[in-house]
């Protein structure tokens, strides 16, 4: 049995052992390496990918529960250009060792679209970790793409 | 260290060439002799491309780990050829050993990443190499426009005629080409002139890493390469008992599986670390279900009884007895006898582990006559090492490629992954990508040292302090090492010149060795780590107990501005005075002495780490049941000249998280001779709601030669947090990790 699903637009079938996680179809199959492998436990959000808009932890998802679904990951994103939040990482060189930001922003994304205007406390639901500890800067690019996802309205 | 006066002393040119391309390349190509003659040395790699559209490329030589260097360590050459920032870009350079001498030799200066050195040892060359390109541009616009070269200026990649003409660099690169350098070093800028170093850049990498495009070490996606994953033994220095792999040779997908011996016990970490099975199959998840299905009877090895309760028995008894004394300055005895007030106090420190998040991996393929290496590594020439060791093969015949890592902290310092990824391909002829898990991370670490630390100071009658004492009882990460005399042991855990030393009259150090299987190793910034958390907690409490202010307690112990020898990492000299204007910064920002509402606290600690002087103030509330709210977080750092302010700050800011996240939350317990956790519900790093919603960093403007930054943001934080917490609450807490004891401790209160 086929499994059929989107990935950044594109549409994918897969017939292979429906058990195996997002993550592994994503990097070992579709060769989108930019959702990486942090814990396979669902803690750290490094393989963070955005399902139907929301931010999910892709290494807790079989491909058999994906008929349907859209999968946006890291890739897709801002597939016209960066997008705002990619941009405001930039702007306020977040990255140091950068292997949690494709999930870092990708969280952040999925925030920004539920909540525009993002309280502290709203920054806080974010859960994934970053090893080298940029959070500080990844608040102020929060804010940022805050302010220019709402001046591009 | 020594590594760095032999950089110096053995001088490398740059040489020239044209490429088919028409951009001009430069290689560091030939060295000088003792006598001064050039050694010949085979064209291996280029360092600066001038393309034809004046565009500048230059090689990063260093192990990009998160610390930056991959952005740094170019700008300084960027500086002195004169480049313009905005078109450099910028290519990791592989593994270049020079293997045609009697000593294998990096080609371009260190490429590992440890003991925050990438700076200090590029510093010399890296601007030496800028300045010869510089030179051959200058003396090619010189002939061409027939002016003395000293009259030719340049700026942004490009030259100045005397009249005020300008021209681009890559207009004379072929004359550039042909032109030789001088015997002697080329002269460097003066610093006033600087327009790249200490301007705040952005990593260069960012929009790679922002898209996703970057490339780690699990990244590596080489043709008909195949992915293994391994079971290793949970029992420290355990082996197979009985191993059926019927099962897991069924999995769809399973190709092979491999055992791969470990080390014997007690015999030197040399290769892999524990002993395992290794399932090879066409991708992760095949693998991944492979080894689920892998069925091995471990025995448990010479550490089965190996448990926390005991290592902290064994410390707590190994402390009530005098240790090995290795740094005895008067007579600590006989300042006790006479002392108007003794302090002692006792701190614990746990295993940690380093956690990168991208864990260890490696992609080999090893041939008949050669190997290939990409990986994410800290020491690229150990990893050479590491498969020659495996494989027979020699080192010149194995090329190491470095990806960007997923993080470091000390862990890529050890190529046991590499080993076990050459294994690997060795047995089954196959490129194979190695793949550790988190579980596979957390329980197969070089873990940071146990250890339990007690302290005494002795005051007299005006409450100075006359003597002091630091008795630590640890698990040396020496301990398997084959260069490592027992006697020597300790160097690893005290390092004797850190402070008090010389600011004590009778100042003692003693160290006991503590018995304990589980593999150590260097945790970002090894021993300054414990030992700032102990001693810098350690000044705030007797600070206490003789009823003074502990930032005039800590200035007065300082003393007047001059400079201590010190004899290890970091030196050779310490000065009091760089130290004393960290700590006096941190407490001007946050207002220090300022009266503070109920339940509030700031705490302050300072230190001298690998060369870098930094300083925290730290300001908590406590809520009543014991949750503690960051109001402020301030730190201070001197690390010489800075050449990234920006990067400085980040490093700052992340090893300040780094070291709040550990002191509050971390710890490998180990329980029946193995480690108890196995992912991050077990080992939980801080997240963003449990951190300081900023830190503010202010870099001290120095001229003195630059020191790293990458380890410099933790030894402080975790004593400034614990202080600020006895100023808001009057409970001190000793053993690390902090956790609820807090709580606990108002509870009971």
């Known amino acids: 049995m086929s499994i059929r699903f989107t990935v950044n637009g594109a549409e994918k079938e897969f017939a292979g052992d429906g058990e195996m996680p997002l993550l592994w179809y994503l990097r070992d199959h579709a060769r989108l390496t930019g959702t990486k492998f942090g814990c396979g436990g669902g803690f750290c959000g490094a393989c963070t990918v955005l399902l139907d808009g929301a931010a999910v932890r892709s290494c807790q998802l079989p491909v058999e529960s994906l008929a349907g679904r859209k999968v946006t990951t890291i890739e897709g994103l801002g597939a016209h250009g960066l997008h705002a939040v990619q941009k405001a990482w930039i702007e306020e060189d977040v990255p140091q060792c950068g292997y949690c930001q494709a999930g870092q922003i990708l969280s952040a994304v999925a925030l920004l679209q539920r909540v525009p205007d993002p309280t502290p406390a709203d920054v806080d639901t974010i859960t994934n970790f970053c090893r080298c500890g940029t959070y500080a800067r990844i608040r102020r690019a929060i804010a940022r793409a805050a302010r220019e996802l709402k001046d591009a309205k | ?263 014997r016990p007690g015999e030197p970490f040399t290769a892999n670390l524990a002993t395992g099975v290794a399932v090879v199959a066409d991708d992760m998840w095949s693998a991944l279900k492979g080894r689920n299905a892998l069925k091995v009877e471990w025995t448990r090895g010479p550490f089965a009884s190996e448990s926390s309760a005991a290592l902290d028995a064994q410390c707590e008894a190994l402390l009530g007895k005098t240790g090995q004394v290795v740094r005895n300055d008067g007579d600590f005895d006989a300042a006790r006898k006479s002392a108007a007030r003794v302090v002692t106090a006792r701190y614990r420190e746990p295993y940690i582990s380093h956690a990168p998040l991208e864990a260890p991996c490696a992609f080999v393929h090893v041939m008949s006559d050669r190997a290939r290496v990409v990986a994410p590594l800290q020491q690229p020439g150990g990893a050479s090492r590491a498969v020659s060791r495996v494989t027979g093969i020699p080192r010149p015949a194995i090329t190491v490629e470095m990806t960007r890592c997923g993080g470091g902290f000390g862990r890529r310092l050890t190529n046991d992954f590499v080993a076990e990824a050459a294994h690997v391909s060795k047995a089954t002829g196959w490129p194979v990508k190695l793949v550790w898990t988190r579980t596979d991370d957390l329980q197969h670490d070089f873990f940071r040292p146990f250890g339990h630390h007690e302290l005494i100071a002795t005051l007299d009658e005006s409450s100075r302090v006359t003597g002091w004492t630091h008795r630590l009882a640890s698990a040396s990460k020496y301990y398997r090492r084959a260069d490592v005399k027992p006697e020597d042991l300790w160097t690893a855990e005290l390092y004797p010149d850190d402070f008090p030393a010389y600011l004590v009259p009778n100042y003692r150090l003693e160290w006991h060795e503590v018995k304990s299987g589980i593999p150590r190793g260097s945790w970002r910034a090894p021993a300054h780590t414990a030992n700032a958390f102990c001693v810098q907690s350690f000044v705030d409490e007797v600070a206490h107990a003789a009823g003074q202010d502990p930032l005039a307690f800590q200035l007065a112990m300082l003393g007047p501005d001059r400079v201590l020898d010190y004899a290890q990492h970091g030196g050779p000299k310490f000065s009091t005075g760089r130290l004393r204007t960290v700590l006096e910064r941190v407490a001007r920002e946050i207002g220090w002495g300022r009266k503070l509402p109920r339940d509030r606290g700031i705490g302050l600690a300072a230190h001298f780490t690998f060369g870098g002087y930094t300083a925290h103030a730290i300001e908590v509330s406590v809520a009543p049941g014991g949750a503690i709210a960051f109001e402020r977080v301030v730190a201070a750092t001197d690390v010489g000249r800075p050449i990234n302010p920006l990067g400085i700050v980040a490093q700052i800011q992340g090893g300040t998280i780094d070291g709040l996240s550990t002191a509050m939350n971390l710890e490998i317990s180990i329980r029946d001779g193995r480690v108890e956790q196995s992912n991050f519900d077990g080992y939980p790093l801080a997240m963003m709601r449990q951190m300081p919603h900023d830190v503010e960093v202010h870099v001290i403007e120095s001229t003195a030669d630059p020191a790293g930054c990458g380890e410099m943001g933790i030894p402080t934080a975790a004593p400034a947090l614990a202080n600020a917490i006895f100023a808001a609450t009057g409970i001190r807490i000793r053993n690390l990790p902090m956790r609820d004891q807090l709580a606990l401790a108002l509870k009971k209160a």
């Open chain 2, 1 to 263: 260290m020594n590594a760095l006066a032999s950089v110096v002393t053995r001088r490398r040119f740059l040489q020239a060439s044209l490429s088919a391309s028409g951009a001009l390349v430069l290689v560091p190509g030939s060295t000088l002799a003792a006598d001064g003659s050039p050694t010949p040395e085979n064209p291996l790699g280029i360092l600066i491309r001038i393309e034809p559209d004046n565009r500048i490329v230059i090689g990063a030589i260093g192990a990009e780990i998160g610390q930056g260097v991959k952005t740094s360590l170019p700008m300084i050459l960027a500086e002195e050829l004169d480049a313009d920032w905005s078109q450099v870009s910028v290519e990791q350079k592989p593994l270049m050993i020079d293997f045609s001498g009697p000593e294998p030799r990096f080609r371009f200066g260190s490429q590992g990443a440890g003991g925050s050195t990438s700076i200090p040892d590029g510093w010399a060359e890296l601007r030496q190499f800028g300045a010869q390109a510089r030179w051959l541009i200058r003396q090619a616009a010189a002939a061409r426009w027939n002016v003395p070269p000293e009259k030719v200026g340049t700026r942004d990649s490009h030259v100045i005629h005397p009249d005020g003409r300008q021209a681009p660099y890559a207009e004379f690169a072929a004359a550039a080409s042909k032109l030789t350098l001088p015997a002697e070093p080329v002269a460097l800028k003066d610093p006033s002139e600087y327009r790249v170093i200490g301007q705040p850049r952005r990593v260069v990498d960012a929009e790679e890493i922002v898209t996703g495009r970057a490339r780690y070490g699990i990244d590596v996606y080489e043709p008909d390469a195949r992915t293994a994953v391994m079971l290793r033994c949970p029992y420290f220095d355990g082996e197979i008992a009985s191993l059926d792999d019927k099962a897991a040779r069924a999995v769809p997908g399973v190709r092979a599986v491999v055992v791969v011996p470990g080390p």
